[in-house]
């Protein structure tokens, strides 16, 4: 599972995309799902808590179909 975050609106996207295509190179599997966090400065409070629920939960489903087929 990869994470992408950036500063600007896309979240990561195209380093995410640049890493799956590494990552299959090298005989890595990746799994389908990518979180990207867009505006990372301001998707986190000051606690380190993400702001945007939609957000969070999407992270959290990523996180439980990975541990799933560990």
Not at 9 to 20: A, M, Q, S, W
Not at 25 to 43: D, H, N
Not at 53 to 70: D, G, P
Request: no cysteine.
């Amino acid at each position: 599972m990869l994470i992408g975050y950036s500063g600007g609106p896309n979240g990561g996207e195209n380093t995410v995309k640049h890493l799956e295509a590494v990552a299959q190179t090298v005989g890595l599997k990746t799994e389908q799902t990518a979180v990207k966090i867009p505006s990372a400065w301001k998707a986190f409070d000051s606690n380190g808590t993400l702001i945007d629920k939609n957000l969070e939960k999407s992270l959290i489903a990523a996180i439980k179909n990975l541990m799933a087929k560990v």
